[in-house]
């Protein structure tokens, strides 16, 4: 259900080769890793700013979900 409120073309998941969702933001430009264990993984931050954005945006679509 991620995967059709955060738009097709913004994720990536394919469970053989990786355990996660890999979701692109484009704003901020950081990728998030989400886990079946509902643990996630936040890359491509250079503050602590952009990845508290990038955790408020990926909770609130995984919420609408």
């Known amino acids: 259900?991620?995967?059709l409120t955060v738009g097709v073309?913004?994720?990536?998941?394919e469970p053989e080769q990786f355990s996660a969702l890999i979701y692109w933001?484009?704003?901020?430009?950081v990728v998030v890793m989400l886990f079946a264990s509902e643990k996630m993984?936040?890359?491509?931050?250079t503050t602590k700013n952009t990845a508290t954005e990038a955790l408020?945006?990926?909770?609130?679509?995984?919420?609408d979900a």
């Open 1 to 3: 259900m991620v995967a």
């Open 9 to 13: 073309e913004q994720i990536e998941y």
């Open 25 to 29: 933001l484009e704003k901020p430009s």
């Open 41 to 45: 993984v936040i890359t491509g931050c």
């Open 56 to 63: 408020e945006i990926a909770v609130s679509k995984v919420l």
